[in-house]
C-alpha cells in the first residue's frame, strides 16, 4: 500500500501554487492516504470476465438525418417583417 507522506503533500501543494498551514498538510496526509487505500480497494475487485458498463439507465442516443426543411420563403420576404434592415440584412443596435 502506496503510503501519503508529509513530502508527498508538500510537493503537490507546490505544484499547485497552494499554501498549506501544518494542520492542513497533516489533514491532508490523512485524507490522500484514505482516497489511496480506497482505490486499491477498487483495483483489487477480480472484475474478470465482467463487460465494461458505459449506460447505466438504458437510454440511448437517437439520431435523425439532417435533413434541409424549405419553407418557401424567401430573404426578401423574411425582411419584410423587420423594423430596420440595410444591405438584405437586419439591422440592429450597436451591441459591444
Not at 36 to 47: F, G, L, M, P
Not at 48 to 56: A, H, K, M, S, Y
Not at 60 to 69: A, G, K, L, S, T
Not at 76 to 91: A, D, H, M, R
Amino acid at each position: 500500500m502506496a503510503k501519503i507522506t508529509r513530502g508527498d503533500v508538500l510537493k503537490l501543494a507546490r505544484l499547485s501554487k497552494i499554501k498549506l498551514s501544518q494542520e492542513e498538510v497533516d489533514k491532508f496526509v490523512v485524507e490522500l492516504s484514505e482516497i489511496v487505500k480506497y482505490v486499491e480497494q477498487i483495483n483489487s475487485v477480480d472484475t474478470e470476465g465482467l463487460e465494461p458498463t458505459d449506460q447505466v439507465t438504458g437510454l440511448r442516443n437517437v439520431m435523425r438525418p439532417d435533413e434541409i426543411q424549405d419553407y418557401k420563403e424567401t430573404s426578401q420576404e423574411l425582411l419584410k417583417n423587420v423594423p430596420e434592415q440595410e444591405k438584405n440584412q437586419i439591422k440592429v443596435k450597436r451591441v459591444l
